[in-house]
Nanobody, 123 residues
Framework: HVQLVESGGGSAQAGGALSLSCSGSGIPSDGSDMGWYRQAPGSDCKLISFIKENDKPNPYYAPSVKGRFTISHVDNTVWLQMNDLKPEDTGVYYC??????????????????WGPGTQVTVS
């Protein structure tokens, strides 16, 4: 039973930075590809970054965040460092154990496993 919990959301001014973390349990020991999704108001979840257990040096970033966000995965914690924040980064950020890689999907969709989400507001 996979359980994920995000923390570190909040408010920031444009140009500022926030750091999100996600702690997990129950993730399969044979591989734990982890990602971060963002849900803007009125939209589905968009995959903004993921990191593969067997290819950690080469994480994926959506074009909208590449060069500004950094994902890392150490033990059972996944981090998302967000720099140079923009108002369009506003949304609910979900940590997920990624099984199916889809650029946009309904938040909470199986077979991916999701945390409850954390709000990030950039003004």
């Amino acid at each position: 039973h996979v359980q994920l919990v995000e923390s570190g959301g909040g408010s920031a001014q444009a140009g500022g930075a926030l750091s999100l973390s996600c702690s997990g349990s129950g993730i399969p020991s044979d591989g734990s590809d982890m990602g971060w999704y963002r849900q803007a108001p009125g939209s589905d979840c968009k995959l903004i970054s993921f990191i593969k257990e067997n290819d950690k040096p080469n994480p994926y970033y959506a074009p909208s965040v590449k060069g500004r966000f950094t994902i890392s995965h150490v033990d059972n914690t996944v981090w998302l460092q967000m720099n140079d924040l923009k108002p369009e980064d506003t949304g609910v950020y979900y940590c997920a154990h990624v099984v199916v890689y889809v650029a946009t999907m309904k938040c909470g969709s199986v077979p991916n496993k999701w945390g409850p989400g954390t709000q990030v507001t950039v003004s």
